[in-house]
């Protein structure tokens, strides 16, 4: 159960620096909602770079699904090894991981694509080839093996033992194949396994099977999870990163515009429910049921960003470096902007307006 407010101990930054007199802020307990979009996590990982160049942002929890997961991981684990300057070299020696991993992906762009500065695989012959022959087979029949590049990679990047001790707090959230529910993992019970299981898209890799249970992406039941943020924290400020677009302008024709649309529709849909639930608490939720009154008081922040309206699926799976460079800064870019518009708000009032999601309900 969440701690009352105020019984809850300050946590000090690992890091913590005598501030000068009137430049720094006081600071504010927040946690972090990463949503999940393979390579697109490299957006976040620049938001996360420079959230953590504020050192009036105390970051208590980080709820991730997907890639939201790994970032969530590798940044806890690097707060826990140097403070907020690892997490930033743990965030950057990742995904340099994963872009040195790329170079000996069947996955690239198409000469085309590279020469108009695209940066869609949708005319790249493996990927299509690949797209349609998932269609006919599953991973059981293409990868026997059950190999997945990501292993290595996080078995390089994060201490698992490092992890449990970080004083970021963890809920990484993966889907129970059988039962179809969401399963909240937290530092102590997280492995490479159960990262692998957050992102585990079920077209592409075998289910992970944990605690003799199939798992798949968590973003079929949250993406991310909010529950835990309100439940088991003492923050009342959550900073929501997003990946996949919740509006797109016109009608999606062609089959790939139709199922990158329906992937991000599907994939949003959980934490639509979960605002729109915060939403409903604040007009109606009783100040004696302390269970409602938490969930009112949640005060919501949302990083926004325009550069998910021009990339399509397939551009999840390109992970050249020159890609993850370019989303990293619109990543800095983004997060620069809410701060300068919304950081008068975190600690005190919610700056995005979760009624118009009761509209039409």
Partial sequence: MRRPKSAAPRRQPLDVMEPEAGTEREPVLIDLALQGGGSHGAFTWGVLDRLLEEKWLEIEGISGTSAGAMNAAVMADGYAAGG???????????????????????????????????????????????????????????????ANPLRAILEKAIDFDRLRTSPVKLFITATNVRTGRGRVFRNAEITPDVLLASACLPTLFQAVEIDGEG???????????????????????????????????????????????????????????????????????????????????????????????????????NAEWEFLSLLRDEGRKAADAFLEADADNIGKRSSVNLDVLLEGV
């Fill in 215 to 317: 798992y798949w992406d968590g973003g079929y039941s949250g993406n991310p999870t909010m529950t835990p943020l309100v439940r088991e924290l003492t923050s009342d400020d959550t900073i929501l990163i997003p990946i996949n677009p919740v509006e797109r302008p016109g009608t999606p024709r062609t089959a790939s515009e139709i199922l990158n649309r329906l992937n991000e529709v599907s994939f949003n849909a959980v934490l639509l429910k979960e605002l729109r639930m915060i939403a409903l608490l604040r007009q109606v939720a009783d100040p004696g049921n302390s269970e409602g009154a938490q969930w009112a008081k949640m005060r919501v922040h949302l990083v926004r960003n325009s550069i998910m309206d021009t990339l399509g699926y397939s551009s999840k799976l």
């Fill in 84 to 146: 907020r300057e690892g997490a930033r070299a743990a965030l950057d020696a990742y995904w340099r991981h994963v872009a040195d991993a790329a170079r000996f992906s069947p996955f690239q762009r198409g000469p085309l694509d590279v020469l108009l500065g695209r940066w869609t695989l949708d005319h790249s012959p493996l990927f299509v080839t690949m797209d349609l022959m998932s269609r006919l087979y599953s991973p059981y029949d293409l990868n026997p093996g059950g």
